[in-house]
């Protein structure tokens, strides 16, 4: 199970809870969520244990008085409302700053609401509805295996400028995502690629921004580094839907084994809380870092969406050449 970070769990300000004959219904943010009561409970218990975790209670006093739930079924609901991230740190911190697990959750609103500002990108739509061609998806691949690759050369600075507990999950993270890349590798030699054409193509300009500020917030601001890793890890949900996707398309066998292999070591291994992990490990964070942070991670996000959408202009193309090799573009430049 997923560790829990929260020691007072409060429902996130501004969630609201409606009463239906057979269920909840949650409000936050413009997305909704339904509870249903299990067997032997009701609606009335369910909306009463809710009204209990506001702040001010731990998650034992919550056990112990669950309105007729077993302290494992107080710890699901918890567990449930975390993963729709519906809930928040409610202990107040004696400073004037904001945790690191304050922090950590406030940037995930944050981004939730740029993701739905932007909304899907065209790229990754027509991939999810299974009507993009073969070599946009073949494309899409050799650009993210850049971006992997990158990524995992990133950890290495980062854990050498860290120390103590720091350092350790750095080095846990690091045993566990080592040489990634070289599952997309062999999912793209599958398709008849030789290794030395992938490793010595080039990235399309808006992924190698991408991998760029990566490398650089690993040498020089971790904080930064340490809350993008989030949005690179991603959630169970949303990597299943892309290796689900893979089924409509007509790839080797290898292919579609190899990304899945990637996408469960990535779910198993709880990664897309990895940014949690780290920041719940802060005490205090400055406003000033707070906003350097938020401006990088906004940054982040942008470049990525033109990196999806200078993939979709490109390799859309039926006529593209691939991988993206020097001698290839210099033929097709002259």
């Known amino acids: 199970m997923a560790h829990f970070y929260f020691q007072k769990p409060l429902l996130r300000r501004g969630c609201q809870v409606d009463a239906h004959s057979d269920h909840l219904q949650l409000r936050y943010r413009d997305d909704e969520f339904e509870l249903f009561p299990e067997e032997g409970h009701t609606v009335e218990q369910m909306q009463k244990m809710l009204l209990q975790i506001d702040g001010t209670k731990t998650v034992e006093e919550l056990k112990a008085d669950g309105f007729g739930y ?15 991230w519906l809930l928040e740190e409610g202990a107040q911190p004696v400073f004037t700053g904001k945790s690191g697990l304050q922090f950590i959750t406030h940037l995930e609103d944050l981004y939730r609401d740029w993701e739905k500002e932007a909304g899907e990108t065209k790229l990754s739509q027509l991939v999810l509805d299974g009507n993009a ?8 691949t050799l650009e993210y295996y850049h971006i992997t690759k990158r990524a995992h050369d990133c950890i290495s600075p980062a854990i050498a400028k860290g120390h103590g507990e720091f350092r350790s999950m750095l080095l846990d993270f ?14 793209l030699k599958s398709l008849g690629f030789e290794e030395h054409e992938i490793t010595n193509s080039i990235p399309l300009p808006y992924t ?14 971790l904080l930064s580094y340490m809350a993008s890793l989030f949005i690179f890890e ?29 996408n469960n070591i990535n779910t198993e291994g709880d990664h ?22 938020i401006r990088n991670i906004r940054l982040l996000h942008e470049a990525q969406l033109r990196a999806h959408d200078t993939i979709f202009e490109y390799y859309l193309k039926p006529d593209v050449k691939m991988p993206r090799l020097l001698d290839n573009l210099l033929v097709s430049n002259a």
């Open 70 to 84: 077993s302290a494992d079924e107080v710890m699901d609901m918890l567990t449930a409302l975390d993963e729709s």
């Open 133 to 140: 061609p073969r070599h946009l998806m073949i494309g899409w």
């Open 174 to 187: 690091f045993h566990e995502e080592y040489r990634h890349d070289k599952l997309l590798l062999k999912s």
């Open 208 to 221: 190698a921004a991408v991998s760029n500020l990566l490398a650089k917030w690993a040498h020089t601001d």
């Open 234 to 262: 991603g959630t169970a949900m949303e990597g299943n839907d892309y290796v689900q996707a893979l089924d409509v398309y007509e790839m080797p066998r290898e292919f579609s084994i190899h990304q899945a292999a990637h």
């Open 272 to 293: 897309g809380n990895v940014s949690r992990e780290f920041y719940a490990s802060i005490e205090y964070i400055t406003a000033e870092d707070q906003a350097r942070v």
